[in-house]
Every structure is written in structure tokens, then in C-alpha cells.
């Protein structure tokens, strides 16, 4: 599993970006048995440039938390018996890796939702890669079932890392 991690902000964070977001995508991969090795993109930004990315792809002028831009089209979630008929879009030429796609995250929305939830930076970060990590799985959370069995995963990975709410 690789991460590619960019933060394009000045934000620090008192913990390691790049592990936490390895060990997360890690354990979400291996929650859903995935049987390749796996590569995924994330941008850490600011308010305005999650806005820009919500209007130019969503239609939506606001920020958002999180953005997930799945690489891989699923018939049904973490489904992974179809993704070689795909193989020429879907996996990485010269390393044979799966690409999941890209995720973009906000700090601003990182220490914003930690304040109001009352845990650590880390458990919100965290938290939005493993949501997010879900969604390039093809997971949704349109319907009140898809959501709670998002919710449910979500947990669990948190849990199994031992990333929990202060």
C-alpha cells in the first residue's frame, strides 16, 4: 500500500499525517479484502480549495470535510472480481498497484470537527480517511442502510487501530 500525501496548507499536526493515513487505508484494505497491492492520493487543503473542488465537480459552492474521487467503478461495494476487466485504467503500469483515486481533506474542517465532536485531530483525520477510503471502495451512505453500514466499518477501523474519541 502506498499514500501519496500533499498538504498544500501550512497546517502542521502533532501527529504523522502520512503513518496515520498508511494505517488507516491499511486497515480499511484489509477490512474489505482486498487482494492487491494499492495506491491512493491525498490533498490536504484549506476551506476555499475544498470549496473549489465541491463547485467544480459536485455543483456545490460550499466546503465539505472530505471529497472522495474514486479511480474504479464498483457493482457492488469492495467487489474486487471485475477490476482487471478494467486493468488498463485501474492499475498503475509500472508498479502494478491498484488506484483507488484521490481523496482531498480540509484542516480547517479537521480542527473544527475535532473541537465539536471533543476528540483529538488525529481521531478526525483518521476518521475522514477511513470514511473517505470507503467511499473509493464504493460505499455510500445515500440510504439510511448504506449509512449505518459505513458507520459501522468506520467504527470498527477506528476501534481495531485503537484511534479513539478522547
Known amino acids: 500500500m502506498n499514500v501519496y500525501l500533499e498538504n498544500e496548507t501550512e497546517t502542521a499536526f502533532d501527529f504523522d499525517t502520512e503513518e496515520v493515513a498508511l494505517s488507516v487505508a491499511e486497515k ?32 456545490i459552492d460550499m466546503p465539505t470535510d472530505v471529497l472522495s474521487f474514486p479511480n474504479i467503478v464498483f457493482e457492488e461495494p469492495a467487489d474486487f472480481s471485475r477490476v482487471e476487466m478494467q486493468a488498463a485504467d485501474c492499475f498503475e503500469p509500472e508498479t502494478g498497484e491498484l488506484i483507488l483515486g484521490d481523496i482531498i481533506i480540509s484542516v480547517e474542517r479537521i480542527r ?40 459501522e466499518k468506520q467504527e470498527r477501523a477506528m476501534r481495531e487501530l485503537q484511534i479513539m474519541r478522547d
Do not use: W
Open 28 to 59: 480499511v484494505l484489509d477490512m474489505e479484502k482486498c487482494p492487491y497491492e494499492a495506491v491512493v492520493n491525498i490533498l490536504l487543503t484549506n476551506d476555499q480549495g475544498i470549496r473549489e473542488f465541491n463547485q467544480n465537480f459536485r455543483g
Open 112 to 151: 473544527e470537527q475535532a473541537e465539536n465532536y471533543g476528540h483529538s485531530k488525529k481521531r478526525e483525520f483518521a476518521f475522514l480517511v477511513a470514511h473517505s477510503m470507503l467511499h473509493l471502495l464504493g460505499y455510500d451512505h445515500m440510504a439510511a442502510e448504506e449509512e449505518a453500514v459505513m458507520e
